[in-house]
């Protein structure tokens, strides 16, 4: 279970692991997607000189296999960053 949670951390998964009677029992992998209206956006706002950030409280590998399709756009790839963070 932990070398598979392993492989899909690195894979730019969120794993959560699941226990039951204090004892681990599962692993649950989350993958975030980009919405269908992000790269556009992001391309628009380049045009217009906006510099493009994201700032993600995910890892280093979920950070950069959600902005790999933006890259070429991003001014800056800021991870981790706690929420407290992300509002100043």
Do not use: H
């Not at 681990?24 to 706002?45: E, Y």
């Not at 001014?75 to 407290?84: M, W, Y």
């Amino acid at each position: 279970m932990w070398a598979r949670a392993g492989k899909l951390e690195g894979a730019g998964r969120t794993v959560v692991y699941a226990a039951v009677d204090g004892k681990a029992a599962g692993i649950i992998a989350i993958a975030d997607a980009i919405r269908p209206t992000a790269r556009q956006m992001v391309a628009d706002l380049s045009k217009l000189g906006v510099q493009v950030v994201m700032l993600t409280g995910d890892n280093r590998a979920t950070a950069e296999r959600i902005a790999n399709p933006l890259s070429c756009k991003l001014t800056r790839l800021t991870f981790p960053v706690r929420l407290s963070a992300k509002s100043t």
